[in-house]
């Protein structure tokens, strides 16, 4: 079981740090995603992070502004999202995938966060 946790209301510019607590088992070994739906809009891969946190790889909207961490000691995955734009405006959700690598592809991921908001007002 995934909890996202972290989203708000944020002026353009602004930071907000998500955060996503896994419980139930461990997911160390699990590859970690954060994907956003937009209102009107089809789920999108936004950050991932390998099972040891040596690989991440992001969507090219949000390079180098968002950075996805994880600390396999508390179960957790994290992503700092800064310089907000209101296109950034989502629910974010958190997710884990059985491999070691991340992938972009909602589909291959199993387990699922509830979703947190995030809307950036301009």
């Not at 739906?37 to 502004?65: C, D, H, L, N």
Request: some cysteine.
């Amino acid at each position: 079981q995934l909890q996202a946790s972290g989203g708000g209301l944020v002026q353009a510019g602004g930071s907000l740090r998500l955060s996503c607590a896994a419980s139930g088992r461990t997911f160390s070994w699990y590859a970690l995603a954060w994907f956003r739906q937009a209102p009107g809009k089809e789920r999108e891969f936004v950050a991932g992070i390998s099972w040891s946190g040596s690989s991440t790889s992001y969507a090219e909207s949000v390079k180098g502004r968002f950075t996805i961490s994880r600390d396999n000691a508390k179960n957790e995955v994290y992503m700092q999202m800064s310089s907000l734009k209101p296109e950034d405006t989502a629910v974010y959700f958190c997710a884990a995938g059985r491999f070691g690598s991340s992938r972009s592809g909602e589909n291959e991921y199993a387990t699922w966060g509830q979703g947190t908001q995030v809307t950036v007002s301009s």
